[in-house]
Structures are given as structure tokens and as C-alpha cells.
């Protein structure tokens, strides 16, 4: 099939045509002939698509790590930009990748990257320490989303982004799903949460090993978080300890933006859950709160109702 002619006036499609000779330019000089897999890349090169059409690049297979860091230093040299997510999907890549990327992210203007994934691509604290000097103080201001999921960096790995991230500004959405997080993570954690200038929307935690200190440590940061509205600390090991239930009772009364909860997968008991519906009586805000399937249907019934309670109460406010 013979491209599409490019339409008039499209302000990107020079730099596409820069970046695309400087790239053909650069395989050849470094003799780089595995391709990489990507689905706007296709669309644009073989199927003739506007590069502005196309702004989602996800790879998804693993590649040549040469292949991948030239492709990158070819995005920095000719100045294009116009991409809103990177998204590597099991690449394989590790540190290198997060490395090849920041180094384009920190490029001057800065890219249009908002969304930026890199799930189970064996990143350790090194790739986490790219990260946090990219996305700090001094760093990128547009990337909004960072996904880390599937990646065993542990607690080491979380301090190094807590360098750069507890000073960042911009993130609406933070997920560190399955990360090997210990429970001495969860200061750090709390660090990039309770930056006074911090607008997390989404943080998810699940799958970590938070257990009772940690998750106490994440749970006092969030109290005063006003654009704080989701929190997942599925399968974190920990109990319904007095600490436990004492930082969840005080993050309902004081936080009336954060109104859902998955606390699922954890060890709360009949009597723990039945402290955190009396915990909930009179909080009209809270939409979901999430418990071990685990506990007696009497239970979740009760739970069910204070939720349908709130809901009620906050509807016959708006009246």
C-alpha cells in the first residue's frame, strides 16, 4: 500500500521526517538490523499514518538494547517531541531501557511524554535512580503517570526514587504494584507522598510487603493529602494490629478527598473490620472500601450498608 500524503500544515511532520533520517542514518552507521516492535511505529512507517495520529508508543517484545538507546539518542538529536506515552512491556531491557528514555525525557523542550510505563522489564535501583533524577526537582515537569509494576527493586529501589520523587509536583498517578517493596519501604514511600507540593491522585501499592509498619508509615502520609482519591495496598502482609486500625480510623476522619480503599488480601479480621465500620459511621465520602472476601457475609453486609448509608447522606446534602 502506497502512503498516505501527508496533510498541510502538519506541524510535526518535518521533525517525524528529521528524526526518521537521522534514525535510517544512525542503523546503518552502528549496523543495527533488528527492528523494533512497536505499534505506532508500524502504523506511521508502514502504514502511512500522521505521526500526530499516532502518540502512543508501546513496545511490547524484547529488543536489541543498542537498537533501542540509538532510537532514543535519534528522538533527543532531532528535537521530536510530539508523543504523549512511552510504554515498555516486558522488554527486557532492564536499566539500560530506563536510561535510553530519561536521557530523551531530559531533553530541552521537554518531550510530551505524559504517560510512562515500564512493567516487568527487570529494573533495579539503579533504573530506579534514573528515574528519580529525571522526574526531580530540577527534572521533567510533564510526565504524569508512572507505572513501575512487576519490577524487583525492593525496598533500595524505592529509596532512590524517593530522591527525585519526594520533591516532584507533577505525578497524578504513582503504581509500584509487585515490587518487592519491604515494610522499611514504606517511609520512603510516605517521603514522595507527604511533599507539600505532591498531587497524587492514584497510588497503588499492591502485592508489596508493606506488613504493619510499613503500611502505618503510608497511611499517616496520606491524612493531608487533598488531590489523594484512590489507594490499593492489596496483599501487603499486614494485620489489623492496633497501630493498623488506629492510621486507618484517623486517614477516614481526616482525609474526606481519598474515598476509595483496597485492603484486600490482608489479614483483617471479623473484629478488625468490624472496628473500621464503626470507623466509618458519618464519613459520607468514602465510595468503596475493600476487605478480605474471606470475612463472614454478615460483615461485608455491614460494610455494604454504612457505604450505602454514606452515599445517602451525601446525596440528601445535594438536595
Not at 510535526?12 to 533488528?34: A, C, G, M, R, V
Not at 502518540?55 to 517531541?81: G, T
Not at 488480601?265 to 472496628?275: E, F, K, P, T, V
Amino acid at each position: 500500500m502506497a502512503p498516505k500524503k501527508k496533510p498541510a500544515g502538519d506541524g510535526d511532520s518535518e521533525l517525524w521526517d528529521n528524526f526518521k533520517k537521522l534514525w535510517d542514518k544512525s542503523n546503518k552507521e552502528f549496523e543495527i538490523t533488528s527492528k523494533l516492535t512497536c505499534s505506532a511505529l508500524e502504523k506511521i512507517i508502514d502504514g502511512g499514518e500522521a505521526p500526530s495520529a499516532c502518540k502512543c508508543w508501546n513496545f511490547d517484545s524484547e529488543f536489541d538494547p543498542m537498537a533501542f538507546q540509538v532510537f532514543c539518542h535519534c528522538l533527543r538529536q532531532s528535537a521530536y517531541i510530539d508523543i504523549d506515552a512511552i510504554r515498555l512491556w516486558k522488554c527486557g531491557d532492564g536499566d539500560k531501557a530506563v536510561r535510553s528514555v530519561c536521557y530523551y525525557l531530559d531533553m530541552q523542550p521537554e518531550p510530551g511524554v505524559k504517560d510512562l510505563q515500564f512493567t516487568d522489564n527487570g529494573i533495579t535501583e539503579l533504573g530506579c535512580e534514573f528515574l528519580g533524577r529525571t522526574l526531580g526537582p530540577a527534572g521533567n515537569k510533564v510526565v504524569n503517570l508512572l507505572m513501575l509494576d512487576y519490577n524487583k527493586f525492593g525496598t533500595p529501589g524505592v529509596l532512590k526514587l524517593s530522591q527525585g520523587l519526594s520533591q516532584n509536583a507533577t505525578l497524578r498517578k504513582l503504581s509500584l504494584n509487585y515490587c518487592g517493596i519491604g515494610e522499611d519501604g514504606g517511609q520512603y514511600i510516605a517521603q514522595i507522598v507527604m511533599f507539600y507540593k505532591n498531587c497524587l491522585e492514584c497510588l497503588h501499592l499492591r502485592g508489596n510487603y508493606l506488613r504493619n509498619v510499613g503500611v502505618v508509615e503510608v497511611f499517616n502520609s496520606c491524612r493531608r493529602k487533598e488531590a489523594l482519591a484512590e489507594l490499593d495496598v492489596f496483599d501487603n502482609k499486614f494485620r489489623d494490629s492496633d497501630a493498623v486500625v488506629k492510621a486507618l480510623t484517623e486517614l477516614f476522619e481526616n482525609n474526606v478527598t481519598l474515598v476509595k480503599y483496597d485492603l484486600r488480601g490482608n489479614l483483617i479480621s471479623d473484629q478488625g473490620a468490624s472496628r473500621l465500620v464503626q470507623a466509618m459511621v458519618g464519613k459520607a465520602h468514602l465510595q468503596e472500601v475493600l476487605v478480605t472476601e474471606r470475612l463472614p457475609a454478615k460483615t461485608h453486609e455491614a460494610l455494604r450498608d454504612q457505604l450505602g448509608a454514606a452515599k445517602g447522606k451525601k446525596k440528601g446534602k445535594k438536595k
